[in-house]
């Protein structure tokens, strides 16, 4: 949206009585907490009272009415291009927050069989039994739905925790091995050919010896021949 800054009010993983404002900067990072003490103390200590705007002066606050979809997109581009979701079933605990419509929806775009909860928020249940501080109710919902992984974010979707099947944890496990698997794969390449290349080295210069020993006795013999 090409913003200069960003505000969110938001309780984070807490409930909803703890809410407090958020502030983020224009490329969509948090200000540093230096940054938000100094905002605290020009508030509180009405220092901005004399510069800050009232009534018509305020603004308006405008509906922007293709958000989500816009999110949605920009989530969906950070999946791998040609690769799907579709065969997986994903139970998705929104904790009644931020992210109520968003995760569902980009995981169903990308193929997913989604089963959510946590996604009827009425202002004052965010949080309240469900979500990442409470995951019980995700983690019962992987293993009635027969689910190969569950998601559940707290009231912002900052935070997740994920709940596993035994045979999801061993797929992912050798995901996140495949690297490392890779990473030693090729030393050992390397070192191979790094043997080979000797093993010809160590051939060449023997033939090369045993030339300059067959052209000394040549020439030794052909001395001797002459004399």
């Not at 103390?41 to 603004?59: M, Q």
């Not at 995760?103 to 990308?110: F, G, N, S, Y």
């Not at 080979?196 to 006795?217: D, H, R, S, T």
């Amino acid at each position: 949206l090409r913003a200069d800054a960003g505000i969110v009010i938001t309780a984070s993983h807490n409930p909803y009585d703890d809410n407090g404002i958020k502030f983020f900067r224009h490329d969509g990072y948090k200000l540093e907490d230096t940054i938000e003490q100094q905002i605290e103390n020009l508030v509180f200590s009405g220092e901005i009272d004399h510069v800050r705007p009232t009534a018509g002066e305020i603004g308006k606050a405008v509906r922007i009415d293709d958000a989500l979809g816009r999110y949605v997109e920009f989530a969906k581009r950070s999946f791998p291009r040609g690769q799907t979701l579709e065969g997986v079933t994903i139970v998705v605990d929104c904790g009644h927050g931020a992210a109520y419509k968003s995760t569902p929806c980009v995981l169903r775009e990308l193929g997913a069989n989604v089963i959510v909860c946590g996604n009827r928020p009425d202002g004052t249940n965010i949080n309240a039994g469900c979500g990442s501080m409470h995951p019980e109710q995700m983690c019962h919902w992987v293993q009635e739905h027969h689910a190969h992984i569950g998601i559940a974010h707290d009231g912002d979707a900052d935070r997740v925790l994920l709940a596993l099947l035994p045979l999801a944890v061993l797929a992912v496990r050798v995901a996140l091995a495949a690297p490392a698997l890779l990473v030693v794969l090729g030393v050992l390449v390397v070192r191979v050919v790094l043997v080979v290349l000797l093993v010809l080295v160590v051939l060449v210069v023997l033939v090369v010896l045993v030339v300059l020993v067959v052209l000394v006795v040549l020439v030794v013999l052909v001395v001797l021949v002459v004399l």
